[in-house]
């Protein structure tokens, strides 16, 4: 793989794990599939896919094994743009691969990431960091589920983000797959209280936390700057300190799948943040690239060139 160039200065820094997609080219189930195609799958990664497609300096960290399938995933990410030159390469361990499966119910997801080489992060992937030069760093709670080593990551982040005056943006993304409700309640309401910019599903939170609306959340939080509570295909909502809440409707939309949505809503609501506009626009441009995920089987689907 031929890394880009490093930027002189990052817009948003994304750290997490990424794994190979298969997934039905039609959504239909998996075991019926005539056709799969190969994607790159990923919370953090799907976010700075989105951004460097909006025209932000992206970049996304992460480790990846010394395979195939680890390279063609850091050159999928690079190719729109994305700034991939501190991806670490574990030799010995694999890359993760995870499957869709499209049904009438929804979307099963089957991951296989046990040992992956993103799984075995640990704060030393940070040496990289150039903190004097980035301006958002963005997480995701799945992270925190992958190992001890990763939670270690998490918490690592925070001191230097501080000390740099970097925002630091979370997504809680509970997985179920990966702990129990019990487990990640305590790590991620943490977590989340000790971020700048804090995105969560209202369902997510009520699993966890056992809380109602978007107020009783955002009590929870308490120490969080922005929190954003996601409500489905209802709308979402921005809680600021000392700010009124601003709630925008989501668009009406014919659902595919809703894998990955919620990436690109936090794209969205990120690049606008960038460009300094109010929360009505956050949340109008966080749907508007939700839209667009839920209208496809893939996590990101760039925009037809002519």
């Known amino acids: 793989m031929t890394p880009s160039a490093p930027p002189e200065e990052l817009d948003v820094l994304c750290i997490g794990e990424s794994m190979i997609l298969v997934a039905p080219v039609h959504p239909e189930p998996l ?62 361990a694999p890359t993760g691969v995870y499957f869709k499966d499209p049904g009438p119910e929804g979307t099963r997801v089957l991951y296989y990431r046990a040992g992956s080489a993103a799984s075995r992060m640990d704060p030393s992937v940070l040496d990289a960091v150039r903190w004097d030069r980035t301006r958002i760093v963005h997480v995701s709670g799945i992270t925190a589920g992958l190992s001890a080593g990763c939670r270690e990551l998490l918490d690592a982040v925070f001191g230097p983000a501080r000390e740099h005056g970097v925002t630091v943006s979370f997504d809680i993304n509970h997985r179920p797959g990966l702990w129990s409700a019990q487990a990640a309640a305590p790590v991620l309401r943490e977590l989340a209280r000790r971020a700048d910019v804090v995105f969560v599903g209202r369902d997510e939170a009520h699993t966890l936390w056992g809380t109602g609306g978007p107020a009783e959340v955002a009590a929870l939080l308490a120490g969080a700057g922005r929190v954003v509570v996601k409500d489905g295909p209802v709308g979402a909502t921005e809680i600021t300190p000392g700010a009124p ?61 002519r």
């Not at 939309?253 to 929360?279: C, K, M, Q, T, W």
């Open 245 to 305: 809440p601003v709630f925008v409707a989501a668009h009406e939309v014919d659902v595919v799948e809703a894998v990955g949505a919620g990436d690109a809503f936090a794209a969205g609501y990120l690049s606008a943040l960038l460009r300094g506009e109010n929360a009505t626009s956050r949340l109008r441009t966080g749907h508007d690239l939700a839209a667009r995920a839920l209208s496809s089987t893939h996590d990101f689907l760039p925009v037809p060139t």
């Open 31 to 92: 075991e019926h599939a005539g056709e799969v195609a190969l994607g790159v799958g990923g919370a953090e990664s799907t976010v700075a896919l989105y951004l460097a497609e909006r025209g932000h300096r992206s970049a996304w960290l992460s480790q990846v094994g010394d395979d195939a399938l680890g390279r063609r995933m850091v050159a999928a990410v690079a190719a729109p743009g994305v700034d991939v030159s501190a991806v670490r390469v574990l030799p010995g």
